[in-house]
């Protein structure tokens, strides 16, 4: 397991580089990889999405904002109390976006299932 990890890891720097490499402005341009919206979310489920980030190390502190993460990762997200929806953006690298779409939404998809 460990070993593939390894592999995968190495596979995707590989990517990183050479791409940059090849295209450096594309490489660093951002965009808009995965946009989520929740709708009939609570505040109490909203403050325990907060708690959840919180306890993964990247607090969203207000109820919208900018969020960076690393590996050039940024989520902008925004909760609306009267209509009780939430907004989420993962913004990254364009290059990057195929490859930490399935984890960014896993890591979504698990705090909504925690809080609701």
Same mark, same amino acid.
Not at 22 to 33: E, G, H, R, V
Not at 37 to 63: A, F, H, I, M
């Given at each position: 397991? *460990? #070993? *593939?990890? &390894?592999?995968?890891?190495?596979?995707?720097?590989?990517?990183?580089?050479?791409?940059? /490499?090849? $295209?450096?402005? $594309?490489? $660093?341009?951002?965009?808009?990889?995965? /946009?989520y919206?929740?709708? @009939?979310? /609570?505040?109490? %489920?909203?403050?325990?999405?907060?708690?959840?980030t *919180?306890?993964?190390?990247?607090? &969203? %502190?207000?109820?919208?904002?900018?969020k960076?993460?690393?590996?050039?990762?940024?989520?902008?997200? @925004?909760?609306?109390?009267?209509?009780?929806? &939430?907004? &989420?953006?993962? %913004?990254?690298? /364009?290059?990057?976006?195929?490859?930490?779409?399935? #984890?960014?939404?896993?890591?979504?998809?698990?705090?909504?299932?925690?809080? *609701?």
């Amino acid at each position: 397991m *460990r #070993k *593939r990890v &390894l592999k995968m890891f190495i596979a995707t720097v590989m990517v990183v580089v050479l791409a940059m /490499t090849l $295209s450096p402005q $594309s490489a $660093s341009a951002t965009k808009a990889c995965k /946009t989520y919206d929740y709708s @009939n979310v /609570t505040e109490s %489920e909203w403050q325990c999405v907060k708690n959840y980030t *919180r306890s993964k190390g990247y607090p &969203l %502190e207000k109820d919208s904002g900018s969020k960076p993460l690393p590996a050039g990762l940024n989520v902008k997200y @925004n909760y609306d109390k009267e209509g009780k929806k &939430l907004d &989420l953006k993962i %913004e990254t690298p /364009t290059l990057l976006c195929w490859l930490i779409q399935s #984890k960014a939404e896993s890591y979504v998809n698990e705090a909504m299932q925690q809080c *609701r």
